[in-house]
């Protein structure tokens, strides 16, 4: 642009040569690339800075998301409801099957202890999720017996990571929000839609009243996962189920 207005300039307005021209001209053009260069350095400067801010703020919001998924998780899994049915359970499992009460006691400790080292991780091999899981389900199976069903149909997948949970989360929503009886009884599927997607599906029978659901943890998830891996958790309704599909994680090149 400079040298095709240097020549409109002065060789075709001003019907100068360029020998005449560059006798007083070569300045001209080193002072229109000097600030040709300022102009630019500020631009550049501009647009680097602005996206280094947007980056940290991204940042910070996830990191202030994933305290609170955190938080929520540590909520949900200590909240007065769930200690009571599982203490409830104890109580029932005493005077019926001492040895399946020691059983229990010592599942739901493990599940606490690995809830609190779940709690510090920024992302678990999908095998430790799954181990973690099956220690839920346990004491669910407990307190709902044949009522409650999962069904785990998994490939091999111990190179993936996930976000720590964030299976378990599918399927105490699932929990928390069904009635599950005798005539309607809970089945739960957890399988793989793609190499590196996972699905957990319910049958829908929604309860009418669920205390303390905000969908917070569902959002932050999603935020998480999109940051992370570019896609979003998959969301699927119809009268019949209620699937979420969970992206994969692999850090390996």
Do not use: C
Not at 129 to 148: A, C, H, M, P
């Amino acid at each position: 642009v400079i040298i095709l207005w240097n020549w409109l300039w002065f060789i075709v307005l001003r019907q100068e040569t360029w020998a005449q021209f560059f006798t007083y001209g070569w300045f001209i053009i080193i002072g229109e690339y000097i600030v040709l260069v300022i102009v630019t350095s500020i631009i550049y400067a501009k647009s680097f800075f602005k996206e280094w801010l947007a980056e940290m703020i991204q940042g910070e919001k996830l990191k202030q998301e994933a305290i609170a998924l955190q938080y929520q998780i540590m909520q949900n899994q200590v909240n007065p409801h769930f200690l009571f049915n599982s203490l409830n359970t104890l109580g029932s499992l005493i005077d019926i099957d001492t040895q399946k009460a020691k059983e229990f006691t010592r599942e739901l400790s493990m599940f606490y202890r690995e809830l609190l080292y779940f709690k510090d991780k920024d992302l678990v091999p999908l095998d430790d999720e799954l181990n973690f899981l099956k220690k839920y389900i346990y004491l669910q199976k407990i307190r709902f017996g044949n009522n409650f069903e999962v069904q785990i149909h998994l490939n091999d997948v111990k190179e993936y990571e996930v976000i720590p949970m964030s299976v378990q989360m599918m399927v105490e929503n699932a929990v928390k929000h069904n009635i599950i009886s005798i005539e309607k009884p809970l089945i739960i599927l957890i399988g793989q839609s793609d190499v590196s997607e996972i699905f957990v599906e319910n049958n829908l029978q929604l309860r009418e009243n669920v205390s303390g659901s905000n969908h917070i943890g569902l959002k932050n998830l999603t935020e998480r996962y999109k940051f992370l891996t570019g896609k979003e958790m998959i969301i699927t309704k119809n009268e019949h189920f209620f699937r979420v599909t969970i992206p994969l994680i692999n850090l390996k090149p």
